[in-house]
């Protein structure tokens, strides 16, 4: 994936890999066995995908958001941030807004304005100020 967006002209400072969510394998199996089935994804692959994203993030230069390890830091219960074991919750979400938004601004923070702010969009008439009459 890294390689596909370079080769469209996106330099690896403007890319953000995240980590899969760790799994919570009693809610996720709970799932399974209503769909018929039996557990069929363990938290310890996950890992190993978490950390094969850590290592492309590494070795490509571009930023990552470790989501498996921030959600199991000191041992906490991260059931809230799933919905069903896998998926995140509303909850888990937010999290993962609250770590990606920082990463995501500071890779935004720099580009230049095509548009007025909406404040300067004059009320009255504004495709003077978003399209120019020669006064912007």
């Given at each position: 994936m890294v390689r596909y967006l370079k080769s469209v002209d996106i330099?690896?400072?403007r890319i953000i890999?995240?980590?899969?969510?760790?799994l919570y394998e009693a809610d996720w199996?709970?799932?399974c066995l209503m769909q018929g089935c039996k557990l069929n994804r363990l938290?310890?692959?996950?890992g190993?995908?978490?950390?094969?994203?850590?290592?492309v993030a590494q070795d490509c230069g571009t930023d990552v958001l470790d989501?498996?390890?921030l959600m199991q830091k000191d041992?906490?219960?991260?059931?809230?941030?799933?919905?069903?074991?896998?998926?995140?919750s509303p909850k888990g979400n937010e999290l993962l807004f609250s770590h990606l938004w920082p990463l995501m601004e500071k890779k935004v923070s720099s580009l230049p304005l095509l548009l007025p702010y909406w404040r300067d969009v004059a009320e009255t008439k504004?495709?003077?100020?978003l399209l120019g009459d020669g006064d912007h």
């Open positions: 330099p690896e400072t890999l995240i980590t899969p969510p760790p199996e709970r799932e938290n310890s692959v996950v190993e995908y978490a950390n094969a994203c850590l290592k989501l498996w390890t041992s906490q219960d991260f059931s809230s941030y799933l919905s069903d074991g896998l998926h995140l504004p495709e003077s100020s």
